[in-house]
């Protein structure tokens, strides 16, 4: 099982990221899938999730409105635009895959900085 993603980086504010997870080793359709973030000195948070068939998603309030995950499930790869990105966005992004079990990937560092 692999997840890895990508698509991190350094971003001025009001600029915009898409990171990218790809998944591998387990029936990815089958998966809920989530994006956290965790910044330094701080608990690691729920960013963004997105329903096995990409009917349903959550946001937490900090990013309503600013980003936006989404999933394709024919590359087993799941999204997360970020737009409008923050000084407060910076945080190393992983992605979360869940049924019962759970997978996570290894990180994306993203630094929102002038």
């Known amino acids: 099982v692999q997840l890895v993603e990508s698509g991190g980086g350094l971003v001025q504010p009001g600029g915009s990221l898409r990171l990218s997870c790809a998944a591998s080793?387990?029936?990815?359709?089958?998966?809920?899938m989530s994006w956290y973030r965790q910044a330094p000195g701080k608990e690691r948070e729920l960013v963004a999730g997105?329903?096995?068939?990409?009917?349903?998603?959550w946001y937490a309030d900090s990013v309503k409105g600013r980003f936006t995950i989404s999933r394709d499930n024919a590359e087993n790869t799941v999204y997360l635009q970020m737009n409008s990105l923050k000084p407060e966005d910076t945080a190393v992004y992983y992605c979360?895959?869940?049924?019962?079990?759970?997978?996570w990937g290894q990180g994306t560092q993203v630094t929102v900085s002038s």
């Open positions: 080793g387990f029936t990815f359709s089958s998966y809920a």
């Open positions: 979360r895959a869940t049924r019962g079990s759970e997978y």
């Open positions: 997105i329903s096995s068939a990409g009917g349903s998603t």
